[in-house]
């Protein structure tokens, strides 16, 4: 408490007389400031607006690979620059897209602000292709409202070129089917196999006879 601890080193010359007795608290109270808190207009918002505030930034997505085979994982990793607090903002999500399986976005770190730029949050977007006919990542809608300009910024994440080779092992017809935009293949119609010529008995129940 004040009044008893001391830091440093302390030199008495003399007979000194230091006063004991508890701690003297002594209250600060400053004077009420006024807020004048604004909605955020609605005209100009753009897609992949999640509440963003502030001069944001986006940098060029990376992946660790441009090759992958249908049903494998792909990992997207976006850095999101901000001149604000980052431990509140809502990172990128991706698409429904058709031919794309895809997850939520996690935090994979954070950037160290340099020469000219903020500092950034991290974030890793999973897909998973279903078709070996696509050739692109999707682009990832992302926008946030940048208080000075008064109005919203378009931080869209572009697409990346890649190449999606077949596997053998992937059997999902239907998600493949859909991915294409056509449609899965019809059902054959049942019929007798080469042995039998023609149909047996017929019941009427199914009560054994």
Request: aromatic share 6%; net charge neutral.
């Amino acid at each position: 408490g004040a009044g008893r601890d001391f830091s440093g080193p302390i030199v008495i010359s003399g007979q000194v007389t230091i006063p004991g007795g508890p701690p003297q608290y002594v209250l600060l109270d400053s004077e009420p400031v006024t807020l004048n808190v604004r909605m955020l207009p609605p005209e100009g918002e753009l897609s992949g607006f999640k509440g963003a505030i502030g001069q944001l930034s986006c940098d060029p997505p990376q992946l660790l690979t441009n090759v992958v085979k249908v049903g494998e994982p792909l990992e997207l990793f976006v850095a999101v620059r901000a001149n604000v607090n980052l431990s509140r903002l809502v990172p990128p999500e991706p698409p429904r897209v058709r031919g794309w399986q895809s997850f939520p976005a996690v935090n994979r770190g954070y950037v160290v602000p340099g020469r000219g730029t903020n500092a950034g949050e991290i974030s890793a977007l999973t897909f998973i292709p279903l078709s070996d006919e696509l050739r692109a990542t999707p682009a990832i809608p992302f926008a946030a409202f940048d208080p000075q300009r008064r109005s919203y910024v378009d931080l869209t994440i572009p697409s990346l070129p890649i190449t999606v080779i077949p596997d053998a092992s992937y059997t999902n017809p239907v998600a493949w089917a859909d991915s294409i935009g056509g449609n899965a293949a019809p059902a054959k119609k049942l019929s007798l196999s080469g042995i039998v010529t023609k149909p047996g008995k017929s019941g009427g129940s199914l009560q054994p006879l």
